[in-house]
């Protein structure tokens, strides 16, 4: 109370109304205020009853990050000025050093200074979205008459508009080859600009690394053959089933075989290992070796970057946008895993990727944490996603897949409902599952608001779309009083996949 009286006092000589002053003695008090918007600065004590330090700090800036917060403290100390900075405070002052007209002036350039920082990112933000909009709409632009390129080009290559000359079939084939490197950096463009934009899509799924490994390598077979370049696979027995999407799984493979490739000389080899983290079994790890030129080991990090370029300089001319590694990451990054990169043993490059592998037990867990959850009644929430007039194609279907799923998360409760990846193969319809800690009547309540999500979504009516949505309760079981927490998870979870089997059987002979 001392020191709200004494701030008083400094404002005693300001124009009357300049500053209104509200004082809460608790910080829940101040945060639930703060929420309620209509402030314009903080001044924040550090060591208050229900909060100290740096923490006050951190949850005051999560509330309202767009008021400017001014920290007090008793402490003279610059590392803590410094850090308080980091947590999103404008300034730092420490009590008994404060001048009556040193505060007001503080708290009028605080706010100056966050209202300028404020449009300077708004403009940074214009900037970039224009760029990237700009990159967008120049690269559809260009993806259509490049298309058209390659087609007649491959004609001509064919021979299906008449003979042509050896000279003439090296030219064709020169053409050919740099249409398809433009067709692959226009490429690189849009999936950067939807990292951007936050659109990159990504659905996470039982997926098979044998499988995807089979198939990258076979689509790169014939690109390192050219280069007399051999590929080669070392896969561990019975690999799991990793938590990914395959089709995004695929093309972090393509993009680390194909850098592999090209920085590898010929007569070079270019393997594929997966298996098992040595140290932590629920994750899964690939590698993609090469005996090619390595890499400056201060260089590792940065090879990630959007536009880096790590060169050869045995290769003539550049080969890219160094997009493809950044892409890669992103990809990797948004499927829970990581990547890295280190020089082989010998020589060459290793670039290492991890997956977790899929664990219907950890995907459950965060809506069972409590163990009274455990014990109490779980209700499989299902919904089905068809089309009247069927799929236009697997972009359209995928892209319907994704909207649906962001329709279904916002029907869930935080803290108590798992959407889960998805279970099935895909068929004549999309299946979902919700995972929810409540009762038959708690599932009515889940696909009610489903269902009102769904009528206010025309885009799906428009589209021929079609919604089924139905729920299953489980039994509660008595636990045994032995029986960790992970025992009861295994055996929760084993209930729910033989229930979800059981709807998928059933749904699909329908269907059938």
């Known amino acids: 109370m001392g020191d709200a009286r004494l701030l008083r006092e400094m404002f005693s000589n300001e124009k009357p109304d300049s ?118 709409h120049v690269s559809h632009e260009l993806r259509s008459p490049l298309t058209a390129i390659h087609q ?15 000279e003439q079939q090296e030219y064709l084939a020169i053409v050919l080859r740099n249409v398809k490197q433009l067709q692959s950096m226009i490429s690189d463009l849009l999936e950067v600009t939807r990292v951007q934009a936050g659109k990159l899509a990504i659905e996470l799924q039982q997926t098979s690394v044998n499988d995807a490994i089979r198939d990258t390598l076979n689509t790169m077979q014939l690109v390192a053959a050219n280069k007399g370049i051999a590929l080669t696979s070392e896969i561990a027995f019975d690999l799991p089933l990793v938590c990914a999407d395959p089709t995004r799984l695929r093309q972090i493979l393509i993009i680390l075989l194909d850098n592999a490739v090209k920085f590898t000389q010929p007569n070079g ?16 790890i690939l590698e993609v070796s090469d005996t090619g030129c390595g890499i400056d080991p201060k260089m590792t990090e940065r ?12 290769l003539a001319g550049r080969k890219g946008l160094g997009l493809g590694l950044h892409i890669c990451k992103e990809l990797v990054t948004r499927q829970g895993g990581e990547v890295w990169a280190m020089n082989g043993a010998e020589q ?13 037990p950890s995907l459950i867990a965060p809506a069972l944490a409590k163990e009274s959850r455990l014990e109490g009644p779980i209700t499989v929430v299902m919904t089905e996603l068809g089309s009247t007039t069927g799929w236009l194609s697997d972009e359209v279907r995928d892209e319907h897949v994704h ?26 319809a999309e299946m979902f599952f ?45 636990r045994k009083s032995s029986a960790s927490m992970e025992d009861v998870l295994a055996r929760v979870a084993g209930d729910i996949q033989a229930l979800i089997s059981e709807e998928i059987s059933s749904r699909t002979a329908v269907n059938g």
């Open 348 to 360: 060459g490059m290793v670039f290492s990727v991890t997956l977790p592998v899929f664990s219907l």
């Open 19 to 136: 500053f209104e002053f509200v004082h809460f003695l608790r910080l829940s008090e101040a945060l639930n205020h703060l929420a309620k918007g209509g402030v314009d600065i903080v001044l924040l004590d550090m060591g208050l009853p229900d909060g100290h330090g740096l923490e006050t700090v951190r949850r005051t800036h999560a509330v309202a990050p767009g008021v400017p917060i001014i920290v007090l403290t008793g402490l003279d100390d610059e590392l803590m000025a410094a850090e308080a900075m980091k947590e999103g405070a404008q300034d730092y002052l420490i009590k008994g050093h404060i001048e009556s007209r040193a505060l007001p002036r503080a708290l009028r350039h605080a706010a100056e200074r966050h209202r300028m920082q404020a449009e300077t990112d708004l403009i940074r933000t214009n900037q970039l979205q224009f760029k990237d909009e700009f990159l967008s």
């Open 403 to 428: 909207e649906f799923r962001e329709l279904l998360r916002r029907c869930l409760r935080s803290d108590l409902d798992v959407l889960l990846p998805r279970m099935s193969p895909p068929g004549a």
């Open 434 to 478: 919700i995972v929810a800690a409540t009762d038959d009547l708690g599932g009515e309540l889940i696909t009610k608001r489903i269902r009102k999500q769904w009528d206010g979504h025309e885009q799906f009516a428009q589209a021929g779309l079609t919604l089924g949505a139905s729920q299953r309760s489980l039994e509660p079981k008595p």
């Open 269 to 284: 080899t270019v393997k594929v290992k997966a298996g098992l983290m040595e140290h932590d079994s629920t994750f899964l």
């Open 152 to 166: 007649f080009v491959t004609i001509l290559v064919d021979g299906l508009a008449g003979a042509v000359t050896a």
């Open 303 to 314: 090879i990630f970057e959007r536009l880096f370029q790590a060169t050869d300089p045995t």
